[in-house]
Nanobody
Framework: VQLVESGGGSVQAGGSLRLSCEGSGFTDSNYCMGWLRQAAGKEHEGVAS???????TYADAVKGRFTIWRDKLKNTLYLQINSLKPEDSAMYYC??????????????????RGRGTQVTVS
């Protein structure tokens, strides 16, 4: 599985960004996708996940501001980030994991992740 992120950048607080992730190499459709972020000097944090039926979960810190969705035909995952805050600054990684029972945003990235795209909020 290969995941390639795009869409990061530098924005002012209150701004918006849309991250994209193109996936390839999937052997079947039973993958939950997600986004993981890691700020400099901090532990990584799962921020959102979406299962194969489109059900999404979010970390409390991003609820109401982040929206995850996927286009299964294009094998593309998206993350809309609104009302950006300086604390959202981090490297954002696209993830793919098997959709096991109980899977949610806390567990994203245990199987596959991309190289990341940087989001900087000032």
């Amino acid at each position: 599985v290969q995941l390639v992120e795009s869409g990061g950048g530098s924005v002012q607080a209150g701004g918006s960004l849309r991250l994209s992730c193109e996936g390839s190499g999937f052997t079947d459709s039973n993958y939950c996708m997600g986004w993981l972020r890691q700020a400099a000097g901090k532990e990584h944090e799962g921020v959102a996940s979406i299962d194969e039926d489109g059900a999404a979960t979010y970390a409390d810190a991003v609820k109401g501001r982040f929206t995850i969705w996927r286009d299964k035909l294009k094998n593309t995952l998206y993350l809309q980030i609104n009302s950006l805050k300086p604390e959202d600054s981090a490297m954002y990684y696209c993830t793919a994991d098997r959709c096991l029972p109980g899977f949610d945003h806390r567990f994203v990235g245990e199987s596959y992740r991309g190289r990341g795209t940087q989001v900087t909020v000032s």
